[in-house]
């Protein structure tokens, strides 16, 4: 038996059963949109009827190289009858002619990137017959030139420009401004002149044989598939290219037949705040292409209200079972002929950050769906987003003042933010990617293929569409401000430039825009990033912690950071880094004195005066994290990084020095050459710690057994400020750190001089503090040799970085900028091992530690930190190796909050 390889939209069970029983199965199986267009004719949506030729035909026809299936065209034949019995209309007749669309749709849905072909059928025949039984003479052949115009483009790659040529010339003839106003006559002249165009072009005629034109538009879907947009959006958005696309052919039903006829979209909830309200454009006497085209003005769907109540009723109730039977907001389209809607169209509706998190917590409490739904529904990169730049309040009133603010359209996408303008995608690409400048793609609308130049751009604005425009759905999916619809906007493509009232902007020219209130500014407006205080998200991120089992800490230097990190959820300090104190104007000079001195006296003197400072620093610290751990990692870098740089030495002892020889007073000669004799100690002084390798010299636990002092005076201020604090009433849970540990040796010597002094401390202070001892894990010999260093720590922390590094063998700074891109582009490296934890070497090394340190410290509390802390991949992985927790950036805290319960969520379903 040869396989089915199309089913009736009345056939889903069957498409069920093939799927194995699976609803993601059928959605695959059928793709999406047909998927769901069988779906809402089970439920008893009103469905124009049709049928979907299956991706595997698509697959099946891709790799045979351009042929048909067996049999598939022959059962497309059988289900355009059960069609044509349905609907009382026969394909191809003179009487009553059936009319359909062919329309792509893949498992995952991809706005626009593929093609439709309406009004298929048409020819000079049935449009004769069809203007004698509507009596719509200019209907018909509106409906006729627009087969032509999309067959051309679509099926035959012809230039859209050549069409929207012959169409000017008509409304010129004609004295008319918009297509609406113009005749059947004239629409009968476009057809003819289409026509005539299209042999030209093509070297034949238009098929006039509509079983031709059916064949030939399912063969052009299924060429969609690899055309170069399709292929560019799929890369984007990460979907694979082996899916294929469904067919769907359908009865046209038509919005065009008068003004008791419409054509819209919608969402059945705000794609942008989440408010529970439907949203939409809709169009009177049109056909589906014109709203998403932003050709013409839309009207806001609540008109609809006004102009069709009980149509709106009807879509309102619609609107409403399907949110109940999807359990998720949905993007509908539908289309009203002669006073009766049509559903053509449900999906999964694209939304903002904001509107994810309103959406899923809205849905949880109503008990559509559950918590741990709700947490699923929004991604880590979604909840990232509320860290985004914003416009300061005060920026935004200064360019009010100042006349800079240009205009107001729709604000569909949120966020802010600021670019030179570029006209075309491809120059905002090229801008971008090979300049590296900052650039807002301005547009009149945007097509499928602008969403390249779309990507690169920091944000997008156009003068035309609405909220289910092309520009507003691209921008939402992949969180790009986004403002449409400024229709001050006076766009002059041929001048490359814009006008706004007497504004003129030239291409180049510096524009901010924001996608939270629709506001377009000229100029470079200031940034800032907000306080993630919006009460949904906190609501969200609260159930997420219900569910996560990892901990998430923060990384944090400064108390005001650790005062950040807790506000954002964060159970613990899990890396503060002591160098960075040590870099600041009025400590610098002690701790190059420090460096410079070959005296220990000295030395202690040096190291005396710092101490005050550390003390504040980590008392400001504890306070902020009362109650909380605190891990404090002793000095890492290379001394060399506290002096000045070689080169400058260099320079500044040559001007010094010809300063010399043209002097001639007597104290100024003193005083320069007093100068170079500092300068040339140092100079001596940095030659001496110069290295080969300072990533893999004297550095780390190695600089704290090289200058002993070093450790003392560090963990005498830490122990210092943890019992003024503790006698503040501070509950204070120190952890001290050495890095770069690679034998249990260095951490035998380092915990012997640390307990020696902190019990100095204590004793004096009269205080006993509960502190712990500990070492990171970054090089791959203290992983392999976890058990005999656990008997000596009571924690470990991953330092990816470093371990990455020298698992590796390569130095982060240098290799990013070279071949490691070169690397990722080839597919050698299928992520960057910086960004995202090598799962398979790295990850490897991390397990073995944590396993081995385990075995002799059941307890033992091991967490990462650095960069990679704050990673979604890295954090399901932290999570598979057991860790206790991960410590990262306070701004990615709410990012790993719900990463971590994700990772929970997802355990024992395999994606
Ligand atoms: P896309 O995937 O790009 O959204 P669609 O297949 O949804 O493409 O088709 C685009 C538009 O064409 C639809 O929004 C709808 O308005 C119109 N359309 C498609 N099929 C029909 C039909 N059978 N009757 C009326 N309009 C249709
Ligand atoms: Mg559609
Ligand atoms: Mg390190």
């Avoid at 696309?245 to 046209?252: E, G, H, P, S, Y």
């Avoid at 934890?837 to 075995?855: Q, S, T, W």
């Avoid at 930190?865 to 206790?884: K, V, Y």
Wanted: with cysteine; aromatic share 8%; hydrophobic share 40%.
């Amino acid at each position: 038996m040869t396989k089915k390889w199309v089913y009736t939209f009345s056939e889903v069970d069957k498409a069920e059963e093939y799927g194995g029983g699976e609803w993601e199965g059928v959605r695959g199986f059928l793709g999406g949109k047909g998927a769901n267009l069988a779906e809402m004719t089970r439920i008893g949506i009103p469905v124009p009827p049709g049928f979907t030729v299956t991706t595997e035909a698509c697959n099946a026809y891709l790799e045979a190289g351009g042929t048909f299936p067996e049999e598939m065209w022959e059962q497309e034949k059988d289900a355009l009858e059960k069609v044509e019995r349905e609907t009382g209309k026969k394909f191809g007749d003179t009487k009553n002619p059936l009319l359909v669309s062919c329309r792509s749709g893949a498992k995952f849905s991809m706005p626009g990137m593929m093609d439709t072909v309406l009004n298929i059928g048409l020819n000079d025949k049935t449009a004769k017959a069809i203007a004698k039984l509507t009596g719509d003479e200019r209907f018909v052949y509106d409906a006729y030139r627009r087969l032509v115009q999309m067959f051309g483009s679509v099926v035959m790659d012809m230039p859209g420009e050549v069409f929207e040529e012959v169409l000017t010339k008509a409304r010129d003839k004609a004295g008319v401004e918009t297509d609406t106003e113009l005749k059947a006559e004239d629409w009968k002249a476009v057809t003819d002149e289409f026509k005539s165009i299209f042999k030209r072009y093509t070297n034949k005629d238009f098929p006039t044989d509509p079983y031709e034109q059916l064949k030939m538009a399912t063969e052009a879907v299924f060429k969609s598939w690899n055309g170069k947009r399709a292929i560019d959006y799929r890369n984007a958005a990460k979907i694979s290219h082996n899916l294929g696309t469904a067919v769907n052919i359908q009865t046209m039903v038509f919005g065009n037949m008068g003004d008791d006829c419409a054509t819209g979209v919608a969402l059945t909830r705000n794609g942008t705040t989440g408010e529970n309200q439907i949203e939409g454009d809709y169009l009177i006497n049109a056909q589906g292409e014109d709203v998403v085209a932003g050709i013409r003005l839309t009207e806001d769907l609540r008109k609809l209200k006004e102009e069709m109540p009980s149509i709106y009723d009807e879509f309102e109730q619609i609107s409403h079972r399907l949110e109940k039977h999807y359990r998720d907001m949905q993007d509908v389209e539908f289309t009203v002929e002669k006073g009766k809607l049509w559903m053509l169209q449900t999906r999964d509706g694209k939304r903002t950050a904001q509107s994810a998190v309103r959406i899923a917590i809205e849905m949880a409490e109503d008990g559509l769906i559950t918590r741990e739904e709700a947490v699923m529904r929004v991604t880590p990169e979604q909840v990232d987003f509320f860290l985004h730049p914003q416009f300061d309040r005060k920026t935004t009133e200064a360019a009010k003042d100042t006349g800079n603010l240009l205009a107001t359209g729709l604000n569909v996408s949120p966020g802010a933010a600021f670019g030179v303008v570029a006209f075309d995608a491809d120059l905002a690409e090229a801008w971008a990617k090979k300049e590296g400048k900052q650039v807002i793609m301005v547009r009149p609308e945007t097509k499928p293929d602008d969403v390249h130049g779309m990507l690169a751009a920091q944000g997008i604005l156009t003068s035309r569409g609405g909220r289910t425009s092309h520009a507003a759905l691209v921008a939402r999916q992949f969180g790009k401000p986004a403002v449409v619809g400024v229709s001050e906007l006076d766009i002059d493509m041929g001048r490359r430039q814009m006008k706004v009232k007497d504004v003129v902007i030239k291409e180049g020219d510096w524009i901010s825009i924001d996608g939270t209130s629709g506001e377009v500014y000229a100029g470079k407006l200031e940034t800032v990033v907000p306080d993630i205080k919006d009460p949904l998200l906190l609501k969200l991120l609260t159930w997420a912690d219900e569910f996560r089992r990892l901990g998430v800490w923060a990384n944090a230097d400064y108390p005001s950071d650790a005062q950040r990190a807790r506000d954002y959820g964060a159970e613990g300090i899990g890396l503060c880094r002591t160098e960075h104190m040590f870099f600041e104007a009025e400590r610098l000079p002690f701790v190059q004195k420090m460096i410079m001195t070959d005296s220990s006296s000295e030395q202690r003197e040096a190291l005396n005066a710092l101490l005050p400072f550390q003390r504040e620093d980590f008392a400001g610290l504890f306070r902020a994290m009362d109650g909380l751990p605190v891990i404090i990692r002793l000095i890492d870098p290379p001394l060399h990084e506290f002096l000045p740089n070689h080169v400058d030495l260099i320079r500044e002892l040559a001007d010094l020095k010809l300063r010399l020889q043209h002097c001639g007073k007597l104290e100024e000669i003193d005083e320069l050459l007093s100068q170079i004799n500092t300068k040339e100690r140092i100079l001596k002084r940095v030659e001496s710690l110069s290295e080969q390798n300072p990533m893999l010299g004297l550095r780390g636990v190695r600089l704290g057994i090289h200058i002993p002092e070093l450790t003392i005076m560090q963990v005498r201020a830490i122990f210092e400020a943890s019992c003024l604090v503790a006698k503040e009433g501070v509950d204070v849970h120190p952890e001290i750190m050495i890095p770069l540990t690679c034998h249990v040796n260095e951490l035998k010597v380092q915990r012997e001089v640390l307990e020696t002094e902190a019990k100095k401390v204590m004793e004096k202070q009269g205080i006993e503090i509960d502190y712990k001892f500990g070492t990171m894990i970054e090089i791959p010999r203290a992983a392999l040799t976890a058990d005999e260093i656990a008997e000596y720590a009571s924690f470990f922390s991953f330092g990816t970085n470093d371990l990455t590094q020298t698992t590796f063998g390569i130095s982060r700074d240098d290799a990013e900028a070279s071949f490691l891109v070169e690397y990722m582009e080839k597919g050698i490296l299928p992520d960057n091992p910086f960004a995202t934890i090598d799962r398979n070497g790295v990850g490897e090394l991390m397990k073995i530690a944590v396993k081995k340190g385990r075995a002799i410290k059941p307890d033992l509390e091991c967490g990462i930190c650095g960069e990679h802390g704050g990673d979604p991949q890295s954090i399901l992985l932290c999570h598979e190796l057991g860790l206790t927790y991960v410590s990262c950036s306070p701004f990615r805290v709410p990012v790993a909050r719900l990463a971590a319960a994700h990772a929970v969520l997802r355990e024992g379903k395999t994606e």
